[in-house]
């Protein structure tokens, strides 16, 4: 590369994941996609199982590169599932598609909307991450354009210095030759002396502009032909010259010779790449060397991000490291021609750079005295870090409310550094009671739904099994999809990674009780009574139950709904034999209306039964009775006389004693006597009609 041109930028990089973690890669989000969609043959629908397909599709098409087909399948996920149940994750890998392809403004536009659609996913943070470097990356490449002002001069460079080269002194006087003698002596002499001046400036400064000039010109004097004899002083011109011939100065002067002063820098003993662990320190040793032919310092810079911290500090003792309270620089001493210093960039690995991903980036050295000349040593950084990964299993596909079931999570570290201080967190929904864990949790949450374990260390290739045992909620609603997502969380590298299991189906459960009171009613003849029952469905899903009443008292029982409980039948109120649709645990409100004969015996209890079944299940069936008892007033007349003969004339008396015998107070008891017409009526107390 010649001195003086920038060393082009290469193109950034996002490369995919190494080898090992690529494939551990692949193999969990197969089990992944497995454990979301393969129980819709059991449970979920035929799109759902075509949902899974085209994603694992597009992702494997990621894994292996094909970025174009990756890119084209995640998309039509994304068009064909609107609503899917890993749009975020589809959302994620197409934006990481992009990303690979180069294509910054489409991994920038499929991050933004996962950032706007799924605020709660669990990539939401990564999400962030990868969108903020994204931008800051396509900032740095595309630099704001300054308003147009008067340009100002350009300060001139420090003038040059000057070569004089001075002839040898003159020899000591010899006898007088012929002139043309002498002026072919003093030419071939000059002639020597510019010849060794241009040898000169190309020896120090082989690479120069000012060499190239020197050789040029020293081709023309080594070329140009020798003068004819002639008068003194004249010349002959030179044989077809391509250009003015160098014509040595008169005899006794002195030839100055102007040499350019030329900036040139190398930059050397940069490798590669580096490789370090996310959140370490890591030095890049390097050498700068001085190729101008002057004195000169040169800045140093790098196409780092600013989240690497990059600083320079200059190693004088040339140990590749950096002493403690070391300052940092940003430029180097002034160097001689040909002067070499050692230097060291430090940078911080960013905590959040995933295993081996590389940062490509360039070391920068640029002359002081001409910042137009300036070299670049390319050279990149490969983060070292853990990569957490895992599948989650359950063992059921169906379940009933009550019924228990149990998950297993298989975690590896696929990385290539150890996991230290990460975190597994487990949320579950609430229609699952948590009955145990293996091994022990280090902390739960019965509110939140959530299950802790503390990760100390993880190395590399580490297997762990967790299991998780569940109790389905009497409580849980029919036809919910019951799914619990694990969180694999590192304070280095990916930091967080979302497993979620595959769907578990609740089935339905009719279920309805009915209720009465449990009090015996007492009731009159000719009363009409409302007998209050309550209808519940108690199954898991919206259930209608038809109705059926059974008494002994009276013709018949009338069904009515009690829409505003009040115990009596109002005129808007309909007559049912059926319920409405209830929602699980709703209630409704009936009256039994009947009407008690007025022949109804006193004290004889009766009952009066509601029997509810399901349409869900007819074989659901609840009933419930009210003990309804007759009460009602039983008059009985006795008479009590002293004597049972009678004289002629004489007066006699006798009592006429009423008892009521039944259940029910007598009002109003009409108590009339008949005389035979031997008998003629004295007198009575109390007197007739009071």
Known sequence: ???????????????????????????????????????????????????????????????????????????????QYPNGKVNDLALYWLGKSYQKAGRTQGAIAAFRELKAKYPRSSMYGHTLRQLAALEKALAEKTPELPPKVKAKPVP??????????????APPAKPVVPPQVGEKEAAKSARQKAIESYERIIREAPDSPEAAKARERLADLRAGAKPAPGKPGRRLPPVAPTRPPLAAPPAGETVFLVVERVASVDVAEVRAQYVATSGDTIVVPFVITNRGNAEDAFQLTSTLPP????????????????RAEEPSVTETP?????????????????????????????????????????????????ASAPSLRGTLLVDRTNVKPGDTLSYTLSLTNAGSADARSARLVVTYPGALRLTGTAPSATSMDSELHTVTWELVRMPPNDRRAVRLDFRVGEDALADQDIVIRALLQSPVGEQTVSVVSLV???????????????????????????VPFTVRNTGNGP?????????DLGAGVTLVEDRNHDGVRQPDEPVVDTTRLLNPQEELT??????????????????????AASERSRSVVSESGRLLVVARPVVAVATQIASKEGIPGKVFSYQLVCTNTGTSPAKRVLVSESLSPELEYVDAQPRPGQ
């Open 156 to 169: 001139k460079p420090e003038a040059p210095p000057r070569v004089v080269v001075k002839p040898e002194p």
């Open 504 to 530: 578990t189906k609740i089935e339905a459960v009719a279920g309805v009780r009915v209720v009465g009171a449990e009090a015996p009613r007492t009731v009159f003849p000719r009363e009409t009574v409302y």
């Open 334 to 382: 002034r160097l001689g021609i040909g002067q070499k210093a050692r230097f060291v960039l430090r940078a911080r690995v960013p905590v959040e750079m995933s295993d081996g991903v590389a940062q490509a980036f360039e070391i920068k050295a640029t002359s002081r005295f001409d910042p137009s000349v300036s070299q670049a040593a390319p050279t990149a950084l490969v």
């Open 543 to 551: 259930d209608r139950f038809a109705l059926r009443t059974q008494s």
């Open 307 to 322: 989240s690497f911290q990059p600083a320079f500090f200059h190693d004088v003792e040339g140990t590749g490291q950096v």
């Open 1 to 79: 590369m010649p001195h003086g041109v920038p060393h082009p930028l290469p193109a950034r990089r996002f490369p995919a994941l190494h080898a090992l973690t690529a494939g551990a890669t692949l193999l969990v989000l197969l089990f992944f996609l497995c454990a979301v969609f393969l129980s819709g043959t059991v449970s979920t629908t035929d799109a759902q199982s075509d949902e899974a397909a085209l994603f694992t599709e597009g992702y494997q098409a990621y894994l292996k590169g094909d970025t174009d087909k990756a890119i084209a399948v995640l998309t039509s996920v994304l068009k």
């Open 590 to 611: 009936l009256l039994a209306e009947l009407a008690v004969p007025s022949d109804a015996m006193d004290a004889k209890q009766h009952s009066v039964r509601l029997v």
